[in-house]
């Protein structure tokens, strides 16, 4: 089973994620470049790192590039332990909604890297604050629904696509269609199962996509009126109704496993599920667009990525290390290792399911067109809290403005706090 790309943002306070920078740490040198990853819990992604850094490490002789992973459920705290402690390495790796914060904590620097290469990568890949990259990442992930073909079929419901995909109110009457076919119990999973950045990045784009956001955009200084007004009310009252109807379980099973067991005749989830849908229904699996819920489709940007902490002894050989990292075969490597979409056009055309005629050809599109990257702000840990605490009170039950309203509060208080973190 492939796990989730979207990153559990650890729970850390802003106080600690503003510890200064430190000196480099007695085992960082010049000539000796040590590479944090994330992926110490998944194999097949952390066997392409390593083979990344063996490959650069033959490359030339000036520097030594030592890999060390850790589980992906720990590496946030470590990083922060490891800044406070100064021994953060040369080369980290980070969730992309987390690189303004680690930008604006001075953990990290400005990449010194080709701008044709920069340009080449899909606009959510690149991790930038205040207009400078901070970050670079080799692939991203895009929100999907993967439905049984045979359902929409059976039931008279047309199938989305990339240029037409479903209204509200067409999505909003399939799922009511699909609710008196006996089949299934309910009919979609929205994946309330999951917990802590997956509130964010799979709901707020449904936000968005009614005109709403997280926060204020042009001036990154205010929630109210955007996350709480007109357009944020009628989404969080209809993403309420859905469960109060009867249409998305409040409890469904765990890792989305009610879609591949037959319970639902959809799922709302990420683009690394595909493959093991198609794997469980064979022809009979389809990946659709998310709806366009009045302001055009909108999905989750931004993956994991990489930078070069302040304190790194020698950033140009970092820098060399990045560039190398990003060549196309190894984005084809992450591609068909894990699932993941591939960070250039020219990588994805040769991968085994984003080349055309391929099993996940339109994801790269997807991304393309709708991915917005979560808002580029040192604030985004207490928006992504803040946020994800109101859509869980909303499942619950509670009232939606007051939910709105009281998420607003706590986000601005937290911008005032930190004296608008830059902005």
């Not at 996509?209 to 955009?217: A, I, K, N, P, T």
């Not at 990292?325 to 993941?340: H, N």
């Amino acid at each position: 089973m492939r796990t989730s790309l979207v990153s559990m943002l650890s729970v850390v306070t802003l106080a600690s994620l503003a510890v200064a920078g430190c000196a480099p740490s007695e085992e960082d040198s010049a000539d000796q470049i040590k590479v944090w990853s994330h992926a110490g819990g998944g194999k097949e992604e952390l066997a392409v790192v390593q083979g990344i850094v063996d490959d650069y490490n033959a490359s030339q002789d000036e520097v030594t590039v030592v890999l060390e992973s850790f589980p992906q459920s720990s590496y946030n705290d470590a990083v922060v332990a490891a800044a406070a402690s100064g021994d953060l390495p040369c080369v980290v790796d980070m969730d992309g909604p987390i690189v303004p914060n680690w930008a604006w904590a001075d953990y990290i620097q400005p990449l010194d890297l080709p701008t044709d290469l920069t340009d080449s990568l899909l606009p959510s890949t690149v991790g930038r604050y205040q207009d400078e990259i901070y970050a670079v990442g080799a692939f991203d992930a895009a929100l999907t629904i993967n439905a049984r073909r045979s359902a929409l079929v059976d039931n008279g419901i047309r199938i989305p696509t990339l240029d037409e995909p479903w209204t509200l109110d067409e999505f909003d009457a399939a799922l009511v269609t699909l609710s008196a076919d006996e089949r299934f119990e309910y009919p979609i999973d929205l994946g309330v199962w999951d917990a802590n950045e997956w509130w964010s990045y799979a709901y707020s784009p449904m936000l968005q996509s009614f005109g709403g956001d997280l926060v204020d955009r042009e001036t990154y200084l205010s929630a109210d009126g955007v996350l709480n007004g007109p357009e944020g009310l009628a989404f969080a009252e209809w993403f309420q109704s859905v469960f109060e109807r009867g249409l998305a379980s409040r409890t469904p099973t765990a890792d989305g496993q009610d879609f591949p067991q037959g319970n639902v005749a959809m799922v709302y989830g990420g683009s690394w599920k595909a493959l093991d849908s198609a794997e469980t229904f064979g022809d009979d699996a389809i990946i659709l667009p998310v709806p366009d819920f009045g302001s055009g489709p909108v999905i989750g940007g931004g993956s994991w990525q990489q930078g070069v902490s302040t304190t790194c002894a020698n950033p140009e050989a970092a820098n060399d290390y990045l560039e190398f990292s990003l060549q196309d075969k190894y984005i084809v490597e992450f591609a068909d290792a894990v699932g993941v979409i591939p960070a250039t056009d020219t990588a994805a055309q040769q991968t085994e399911y984003f080349a055309e005629g391929g099993l996940l050809a339109e994801l790269p599109e997807f991304s393309r067109q709708f991915a917005l990257v979560r808002p580029e702000t040192p604030g985004y840990a207490v928006i992504s809290t803040s946020f994800g605490k109101a859509m869980q009170d909303l499942v619950a039950g509670a009232d939606p403005q007051a939910t709105l309203d009281q998420a607003v509060k706590d986000i601005d208080a937290n911008i005032k706090s930190n004296d608008g973190y830059g902005f």
